[in-house]
């Protein structure tokens, strides 16, 4: 099939950080070429998205699809109703608040002269708040097939470090080498996570990320 449909209501309704709720339109569309997620707030008042700032080079486009939000830019605050489309630059710190019940915001965003690359970080939204809130075991239970089965190398690379805080140190370093061989950039980031502190001393651990690892001697 050429196309696909659906609308915003039945995505489903991931539980994310600071209380708000996202909709996982890229994942569930199959969209590869740019980034794009829903955020619901079922109440007046309720946070739309959490406060945050995207990284160098990553625009986004927010459009409200109902309902009318707030935004708080960079300490500005931005009043917007149903149909306004609302462009956040890199490196600037953004929330979002819902003025009606029901008020759905559709974010769109990539990053500059780059091409995109789908990290999947929707498929490990739902398991935030518990790796959060240092629910490491409860995170490996209940993420472990979801992960490994998504084809994503970020979401498996946030599995090895649940797993090595854990002191599954095996599991770790296994999740953490497709992790790398996926998404090779992923090899720097490890050498400098405090989750994988525990697998420095890992020959293993040594073979994936290099002897520069943090901690290691020399």
């Not at 929707?122 to 993420?143: K, L, N, S």
């Not at 992790?179 to 050498?191: G, H, N, Q, T, W």
Request: one cysteine or more; aromatic letters at 8%.
């Amino acid at each position: 099939m050429s196309y696909r449909v659906a609308t915003v209501d039945e995505l489903q309704d991931i539980a994310y950080r600071q209380e708000t709720h996202m909709r996982p339109v890229r994942h569930h569309l199959g969209i590869t070429a740019f980034g794009t997620n829903a955020w619901t707030a079922a109440a007046e008042g309720d946070r739309l998205m959490p406060e945050h700032e995207e990284d160098e080079g990553s625009e986004e486009l927010y459009v409200v699809l109902r309902g009318r939000a707030r935004f708080e830019i960079a300490g500005e605050t931005v009043d917007a109703p149903a149909g306004m489309l609302v462009f956040v630059e890199p490196e600037t710190s953004r929330t979002a608040f819902a003025e009606e019940a029901g008020t759905t915001v559709l974010a769109v965003g990539s990053r500059v002269g780059q091409p995109y690359e789908a990290g999947g970080w929707e498929v490990w939204a739902e398991f935030h708040p518990a790796y959060e809130a240092g629910e490491y075991d409860a995170v490996i239970a209940r993420a472990r097939e979801t992960l490994e089965t998504s084809g994503y190398a970020t979401p498996l690379y946030n599995l090895a470090c649940c797993e090595a805080l854990s002191g599954r140190t095996d599991d770790a370093i296994a999740h953490l080498r497709v992790a790398i061989e996926r998404r090779p950039s992923l090899r720097d980031v490890a050498k400098e996570d405090t989750d994988l502190d525990a697998l420095r001393e890992e020959p293993g651990f040594r073979d994936l990320v290099g002897a520069s690892a943090r901690g290691s001697d020399g």
